[in-house]
């Protein structure tokens, strides 16, 4: 599910040539999602809400955009596909009560600095439910890398 505020303009305006494999996943056309939703989180206590989410296919290759360095055979492998971002941020205001919508970070925010406990207790709860293998909190930051 495409997350609020992720959509953008295309950065450039030819498709990248990568996507021929992947037209189901990526549409074409001028604008692009550049992150889905996983899940959102709520903190009973503190009735605090957390969004995980991870880069689409099209933002992994706007990072990327070499063809010669990253073929479209290497961005299709499954080691590759496991390399998209995924992210966790507090919400700080319902995306509804954002007049004009321009970015996700409209109505969320990167987890403070020093927070490395609250992002290994959401790491592991996201892996504990399934929603996201292991291997993709392979970061310097979580405790599961």
Request: aromatic content about 10%; charged content about 25%; glycine content about 6%.
């Amino acid at each position: 599910m495409r997350l609020q505020g992720a959509t953008g303009r295309r950065l450039e305006n030819e498709v990248d040539s990568r996507l021929s494999g992947l037209k189901d996943t990526t549409p074409v056309g001028d604008a692009i999602t550049f992150y889905e939703h996983l899940a959102t989180i709520r903190h009973r206590p503190t009735g605090v809400f957390y969004v995980a989410f991870r880069e689409t296919q099209d933002a992994f290759l706007a990072r990327q955009q070499d063809p010669v360095k990253y073929p479209e055979w290497l961005m299709k492998s499954p080691g590759k596909q496991k390399e998209a971002k995924i992210f966790i941020y507090v919400v700080t205001k319902h995306p509804k009560q954002v007049p004009i919508l321009r970015s996700h970070e409209d109505w969320l925010a990167p987890l403070a600095e020093g927070n490395d406990q609250v992002f290994d207790a959401l790491s592991a709860f996201l892996v504990l439910n399934d929603v996201v293998d292991v291997k993709a909190f392979n970061t310097e930051r979580g405790l599961l890398g």
